[in-house]
């Protein structure tokens, strides 16, 4: 990937800060089923895409279409991945929006992962469990103690962001030959976090069983034995090739929906 030596020096610190404020106050109130956190993303970077894209309007047009893409990661580190964007992005040329794609989509998964452990379940159980003795206790310094947890771990979005932005700034100084190689590597890494997400977040079984004389097999069983997740990776399947056909998402997830139940109430799915 060719990139531009040139640093677009219109986009200013303060310009470049916005991103995370916005990115603060936005992060969990827009989220959709459709595209999730996307649309908090594309409001975060858009002042600076504005700058970063300053007298190339199709240039921008085609980021914040790149930035309206499906995203969703945990919120409190997504920051970093917001730093390694404004990074690459403020030395862009015609070919950063590939690359910028594949980092976000292949980081999402390791990022969520990371971050639901170490911002939300281990701090949340401790000091949410001091809280609430607190409380019982009658003692209102458990809420205080709370929100200070909560505005400290807040915080830490901030040197996760320079944090990022020294990775994406480093990124495009001394790899630039290998940038294919990680973009393909991350599009991979991505791809496999997505697939190993069906069977786990999709559930579908099949309610119908086999039988014969006094022999009993249960549906399930039969197609476990031949795909675990079958009908899951299915019905995933049938998911995106209606999505390159143009079907809007909307429309998919009411249908499922819809069929869901149907099948439920036929007894075909439990």
Known sequence: MKMNNSVNTNVDEKTKNSVLWRWFFTSSVSSNYEKMQALAYCYAVLPFLKKAYKNKPEALQNAVLN???????????????????????????????AAVTSIKTGLMGPVAGLGDSLFVV????????????????????????????????????????????TSGT?????????????????????????????????????????????FTMKGQDILDQIMP??????????????????VKPIYLILGVMVFSIILAALGILK
């Open 170 to 214: 480093k990124l495009i100084s001394t790899i630039e030959k290998s940038l294919k190689v990680l973009t393909e590597s991350t599009s991979i890494l991505g791809l496999m976090v997505v697939g190993a997400l069906i069977p786990s977040v999709v559930k579908s079984t099949i309610a119908l069983n086999f039988k014969q004389g006094d």
């Open 122 to 165: 281990i701090p949340w159980t401790i000091f949410g469990a001091i809280a609430a003795n607190m409380a019982i206790d009658g003692s209102p310094v458990g809420i205080f103690l709370w929100i200070a947890v909560s505005v400290a771990l807040k915080m830490l979005s901030i040197p996760l962001f320079k944090a990022g932005y």
């Open 67 to 97: 930035h309206l893409q499906f995203f969703n990661t945990n919120p409190w580190v997504a920051p970093y991945i917001l730093g390694i964007n404004v990074a690459m992005e403020e030395n862009a040329d015609e070919n950063t929006e």
């Open 229 to 246: 997740g079958l009908v899951p990776a299915l019905l995933v399947g049938f998911v995106f090739w209606a999505l390159k056909k143009n």
